[in-house]
């Protein structure tokens, strides 16, 4: 047991205690910085190096860069609605009527279907 003593002597103010956890939060908040690539050539070329070139050490690999250059979400296209229905077709599978999706594919097939007409 801790004796009234040593309780007397762990006593902490208010304005202590409200500092101490302001401090822990604003640690937790604060997100750890990682070092990515583009910090790696910045430090290269503060040093005075001269980029590295394909296959040497140090050079980014194809993932490290399309990441870094954000290509990697460029070079994937996003298929549209309609290739999910086409592929739900093909696997045999039938879309709900009562979904958001096959709502608004239906309404977007019945306005192409209007303009087509229109033009002819």
């Not at 690539?37 to 980014?60: L, S």
């Not at 070079?75 to 999910?84: H, I, P, Q, R, T």
């Not at 039938?94 to 209007?114: F, T």
Request: overall charge positive; proline content about 4%.
């Amino acid at each position: 047991m801790i004796s009234l003593r040593q309780r007397m002597k762990m006593k902490v103010t208010r304005a202590q205690l409200r500092r101490i956890i302001k401090e822990a939060l604003e640690e937790n908040k604060r997100p750890k910085q990682e070092k990515n690539i583009w910090d790696n050539i910045r430090a290269k070329q503060a040093r005075g190096e001269e980029p590295a070139k394909p296959g040497e050490e140090g050079y980014p690999d194809e993932k490290t860069w399309d990441s870094a250059t954000n290509e990697a979400d460029l070079s994937e296209k996003k298929k549209g609605l309609w290739a999910n229905i086409h592929a739900k077709k093909k696997r045999g599978e039938k879309s709900n009527p009562r979904s958001k999706s096959y709502k608004a594919a239906k309404k977007a097939g019945k306005k192409i279907n209007k303009a087509a007409k229109g033009k002819k």
